[in-house]
């Protein structure tokens, strides 16, 4: 790595706050997406002048910076085909097709690339996965790129310690060894937290041809082979991609309304507030305690979904995705037990009686993998927390005893 290319990531908002990784990232998706808002409002004459203009102008892409055309992209891999897709984009940045053949060389295949380039592949990817049209191979493509970039800047963030390591004897000599010691276990800190990121956000891939938007969905509902064999693997990609602000929620909305009696938009609501927990209970863990109240609002917002969700379960369950129900809904009361107190909560009030029953209601797949093993991880989270608790009261009892036996003693003594 260069010294020039080491000073650019080094200035990424992402390497300097990796806490802050994906809201960061969702600020430039979002400064995509205005961009190509304006570009779709632009009049048919001006795109036409914007092509002609194009077409004498200088074949190698110029652009520095992220951009919607993904000339960065394009300029760090400049062959015939790359450019070909760039040269589609520069006169319509809505052409998906030019967009994901630009994509799929690093995404698919992995080719080499560095930080920042895989960094702009991951952001196109989610302005596709965030564009009207939603399909499997978008979703895929966004899922890949993803892991691809968390895992360049697990890769960059370790060099960067390394590097720093090396800089320690000589930074002695002026006095800045223990500055650049607390650099690292900053940096170190931050690329576990990616780590745990890039562990938690994966989902299988579906491969099945398939296309759709919200709106089509609303006006022209999907059959159930369709929910099932297609639609429903699409809403777990979108769990797993938190810059999905848009299409992830909406999906889940949609089916809400398409399919009222089906318990699917509630469970892919509970997984996503559950997932996203993770991500701040992470953080969290690793230091940063401004995450505690966004803990706090996903827990919360889990377990008022999952009461939905469980209201639309039969009764005894049947379905694959009613059985998934019930250990949605016992691992949300688990979270929520255990992580409540974690960052100074008390657990919500009425916590040890969903507890009681999600463990009772798991009786009735018993005969499902894991789900023993989870019915015992309730049970000993509670059992520990009631011994805590008693543990707890003692404590208070006997500090209580002593004080009274203090203010006897001073009392003899008067």
Known sequence: MSYDERQIFRRLPE?????????????????????????????????????????????????????????????????????????????????????????????????????????DVFLHAML???????????????????RRYLDKLVEFLKDEIAYLQSKIDEASKSGRQAMIIEQMEK??????????????????????????????????????????????????????????????????????KVVPQSPIGAFYETRRHRYAEKLYMAAYGMGDKTAGNECAKQIGAALNSSSTMM????DPPVSKLEKACLRENALVCHMAFRDSPAIGRLPPADITKRMEDAVKVLGKISDEPGVIELQNSLGKLMMDYQSAKEEKEHEKENTQDEQQEDENTEEDDD
Do not use: W
């Open 15 to 119: 390497v300097e706050e990796p806490f802050r990784l994906f809201d960061i990232l969702q600020s430039d998706l979002d400064r995509l997406k205005a961009d190509m808002k304006q570009h779709s409002s632009v009049g048919i004459g001006t795109k036409l002048f914007r092509r002609a203009m194009s077409s004498i102008s200088t074949k190698t892409p110029q652009a520095d910076t992220l951009d919607i055309t993904g000339a960065r992209i394009a300029k760090y891999f400049p062959v015939k085909k790359m450019q070909e897709f760039y040269d589609v984009l520069k006169f319509d940045p809505t052409n998906s097709e030019a967009r994901l053949g630009m994509l799929e060389p690093f995404a698919v295949k992995g080719i080499k690339g560095n930080l920042l380039v895989y960094r």
């Open 128 to 146: 596709e996965v965030e564009g009207v049209h939603i399909t499997p191979h978008k979703l895929n493509i966004a899922l890949m790129a993803q």
């Open 187 to 256: 940096i170190k800190r931050g690329g576990r937290f990616v780590v745990e990121c890039s562990n938690l956000l994966r989902a299988k891939l579906s491969h099945q041809e398939f296309s759709l938007s919200i709106q089509d969905i609303l006006t022209t509902p999907p059959s159930k082979e369709e929910i099932n064999n297609v639609i429903s693997a699409m809403m777990g990609a979108f769990v797993v991609l938190p810059l999905a602000h848009s299409n992830g929620p909406g999906l889940t909305e949609a089916m809400k």
């Open 311 to 314: 209201s639309q379960v039969s």
